[in-house]
């Protein structure tokens, strides 16, 4: 047990982190141009050709395709599509929409990995105040990623912020159940998984350089879920809107350092 508790998360040297922002900036660009694409008529399928171009032509490569055979540069997930929808010509945005974009970048051996939500046009006020509440649940989020802290005080801090936000927000909101946030380096997915809610004081320490990917996912109508027959798109069970946010987090001695800005 005492080992277990001295128990470290990995950690990047600065020069390491430099070059893991220059993949998430890369990807910062691309979410930018994805919603800038983002209007009434324009299909999912589209945008995710937008990403990949941008993507390619910073010299880097959209770790998304073929990542256990998925078949787009982006998961865009409209509506009570919680993650990993596929980009598709038959998904035609309309005012109102809510879209979760989610990208990554390989650029030189190391991935940036970050997602946002957005209105198409005006969205309604649920689903505004949805989307606000889980941009700010990660903004929360991220603070606890600070040297000497314990991997489950960032899932206890989403939670935490998760309940604050229901009050500041003023809609009930629901943690998405099942899924949450990840080590991040030289591949997308690392060790250890980032639960979004949970006790604090658990689990390995986080070290000056350790690099996470944290996301929040909030519904507005339940934490239940599941995968469509593509293997793939996971929605909302009742079909309520969810929102998802996310970036790539560096633990550094000055405070926490998003690795992927925009």
């Known amino acids: 047990m005492a080992f277990r508790r001295r128990k470290k998360i990995p950690a990047k040297t600065p020069a390491e982190l430099d070059a893991m922002q220059a993949a998430g900036e890369i990807v910062g660009r691309a979410l930018k141009a994805v919603r800038d694409a983002a209007q009434p008529g324009v299909s999912t399928a589209e945008l995710d050709r937008?990403?990949?171009e941008l993507i390619r032509d910073a010299g880097?490569?959209?770790?998304?395709?073929?990542?256990?055979?998925?078949?787009?540069?982006?998961?865009?997930s409209v509506n009570d599509v919680i993650v990993h929808g596929i980009p598709s010509?038959?998904?035609?945005?309309?005012?109102?929409?809510?879209?979760?974009?989610?990208?990554?970048?390989t650029f030189d051996g190391w991935v940036g990995d970050s997602a946002w939500s957005f209105g198409?046009?005006?969205?309604?006020?649920?689903?505004?105040?949805?989307?606000?509440?889980?941009?700010?649940?990660?903004l929360e989020g991220i603070k606890a990623?600070?040297?000497?802290?314990?991997?489950?005080?960032?899932?206890?801090?989403?939670?935490?912020a998760t309940y604050d936000a229901e009050d500041k927000f003023g809609h009930e909101l629901f943690i998405v159940d099942g899924y949450g946030g990840h080590g991040i380096g030289h591949t997308m997915h690392e060790d250890p998984f980032v639960a979004n809610a949970g006790l604090g004081n658990r689990g390995p320490i986080i070290q000056e350089g350790t690099t996470l990917a944290i996301e929040p996912m909030?519904?507005?109508?339940?934490?239940?879920?599941?995968?469509?027959?593509?293997e793939w798109t996971v929605v909302t069970l009742d079909g309520s809107p969810a929102a998802h946010w996310e970036h790539t987090v560096a633990a550094t001695e000055s405070g926490p350092r998003i690795l992927t800005p925009r």
């Open 50 to 52: 937008v990403a990949e």
């Open 60 to 76: 880097a490569v959209p770790t998304f395709l073929g990542y256990q055979g998925f078949p787009g540069s982006i998961c865009a």
């Open 89 to 105: 010509e038959d998904i035609i945005l309309a005012e109102g929409d809510l879209v979760s974009i989610d990208c990554g970048a």
């Open 120 to 138: 198409v046009g005006e969205l309604d006020e649920p689903t505004e105040a949805l989307n606000r509440a889980t941009e700010y649940v990660l």
């Open 145 to 160: 990623m600070v040297p000497g802290n314990r991997l489950t005080d960032v899932s206890h801090a989403l939670e935490l």
């Open 218 to 230: 909030l519904a507005l109508g339940t934490a239940d879920n599941r995968v469509l027959d593509d």
